[in-house]
């Protein structure tokens, strides 16, 4: 079966530090994978897909990126946070474009 | 462009029935969504619809109707653990991505 692992699951850092979520699917071969936000008491924003190996499309213009170095991991990056990137960050998959999206627990992103 | 919406908050009974709706305008369709979400945990499938009608799955029924641009979340039976968001996402016509709704909050009360 397939399964999505995301960690940390909380992280707490200062404002202008590094990032890096890693996200990775188990049991599957070429899904899509998704990163979103959401930030409290909001809906889910996409910020990157990506429908295969290096391929990375970005939604929202922002200090963040994506990298997808091999076929099921997926990463979020940022060189220097921003209060604002505060909230909560779901990693997803699809297989194939069936339209059933599998999340990962998340990672709540708390900037100080 | 692509809004979605769906009520803030609804309130219900244990044991009722509560029908969740969700309105959208979007840049194409191919296919509506709805998701559930316990607090502090991540969103999880519950179904889906492509065609207009009703499809039902146990205590859960969701409703289409494409011209109007209209669903429905019916849930019966209500159960204390049914308190959470639920989130309506319509697939674009690009089909590349979902647009989520900003999600309705519901609290089942004994």
């Known amino acids: 079966s397939q399964t999505i692992h995301q960690w940390p699951a909380t992280l707490v850092q200062p404002v202008g530090s590094p990032l890096s979520l890693e996200c990775t699917v188990e049991?599957?071969?070429?899904?899509?994978l998704y990163w979103y936000r959401q930030a409290a008491g909001r809906g889910l924003q996409l910020l990157f897909y990506s429908v295969g190996i290096g391929q990375i499309s970005s939604e929202v213009p922002q200090n963040l990126s994506a990298s997808r170095p091999q076929d099921r991991q997926f990463i979020l990056s940022s060189k220097k946070l921003l209060l604002s990137d505060s909230g909560f960050y779901l990693c997803?998959?699809?297989?194939?474009?069936?339209?059933?999206?599998?999340f990962g627990s998340g990672t709540r992103l708390t900037v100080v | 462009g692509q809004n979605i919406d769906q009520p803030t908050e609804m309130t219900a009974t244990e044991g009722a029935i509560v029908q969740i709706n969700c309105t959208y305008q979007t840049s194409g369709f191919n296919g509506l969504f709805w998701y559930q979400q316990h607090a502090g945990e991540a969103p999880t499938f519950l179904s889906y619809?492509?065609?207009?009608g009703l499809e039902e799955k146990g205590r859960f029924s969701s409703f289409l109707s494409r011209s109007k641009g209209y669903s429905y979340l019916l849930l019966k039976e209500l159960q204390m653990k049914d308190s959470a968001s639920y989130l309506c996402?319509?697939?674009?016509?690009?089909?590349?991505?979902?647009?989520f709704g900003p999600g309705t909050r519901l609290s089942v009360l004994p």
């Open positions: 996402a319509v697939r674009d016509n690009y089909g590349q991505n979902f647009v």
């Open positions: 049991g599957t071969s070429n899904p899509n």
């Open positions: 997803a998959w699809e297989l194939q474009r069936q339209g059933i999206y599998t």
């Open positions: 619809n492509v065609l207009d």
